[in-house]
């Protein structure tokens, strides 16, 4: 069958007529997700990647890639592949450059299609709690300029939540009541965290500072 770049090319794949060669378009990874062994914020932490490619990843002449794309407010600039990863060839992927959010991997082995596992550490949380970040991946062919192969692909969803409890300000001053009468409007605490994130679900025990009785 036809080939180009040393990749075989399915029949229905490639339009040849007297002036142009039409490329399919980039695939699209599947079953893509993104684990934090931490998901508080701001902390530095190890991100599990994995996703399922349907082209192969080869090293003829230059290296094919793995590009991984953080959401801003996150650093992968100190990001390092770890002895977890798991490619189908047993080999793992080296590190070709990492930026604040983007972290760019050198296949060392031909690849089949199929799950990969890339284990990152050192990446640090962003600062901001919320429930729905996500990374995209995609893979590129060395030997054509880095051409995309497969995706981008965005993962599934994952959450980032508020750090250790730093702070407590009374949103609603207590008002003057009668014994034995809930005050009103009810006394409101807010409780964030170093980053202004705030922690819900606390329970928050209130007390007199000044008088004599109990609150409850």
């Given amino acids: 069958g036809a080939t180009l770049n040393g990749r075989a090319l399915a ?6 007529d007297a002036s142009t060669i039409t490329m399919p378009a980039a695939n699209t990874l599947t079953a893509v997700t993104a684990t934090p062994s931490n998901n508080v914020a701001g902390a530095t932490t190890t991100y599990t990647i994995a996703f399922t490619t349907a082209t192969a990843l080869t090293v003829a002449v230059i290296p094919d890639r793995i590009v991984i794309t953080f959401p801003g407010g996150f650093n992968a600039s100190g990001a390092a592949v770890t002895g977890a990863t798991v490619t189908p060839s047993g080999t793992d992927p080296t590190l070709a450059s990492a930026t604040a959010t983007v972290v760019t991997l050198n296949v060392t082995d031909n ?4 799950l990969q596992t890339i284990v990152l550490s050192g990446i640090v949380n962003t600062q901001t709690a919320g429930t729905a970040y996500v990374v995209a991946v995609k893979t590129q062919d060395g030997d054509a300029a880095y051409a995309t192969l497969d995706g981008p692909t965005a993962s599934a969803a994952f959450p980032i939540t508020a750090a250790a409890l730093a702070t407590l300000t009374v949103q609603v001053q207590p008002s003057a009541a009668v014994a034995g009468v809930a005050i009103a409007p009810p006394v ?3 409780a964030v965290d170093a980053f202004g994130n705030v922690k819900a679900g606390l329970s928050v025990v209130a ?3 000044t008088g004599t009785g109990a609150l409850s």
């Fill in 207 to 209: 007390s007199l500072n």
């Fill in 188 to 190: 409101q605490v807010k």
């Fill in 11 to 16: 029949q229905s794949a490639v339009t040849l």
């Fill in 111 to 114: 690849e089949t299609a199929g």
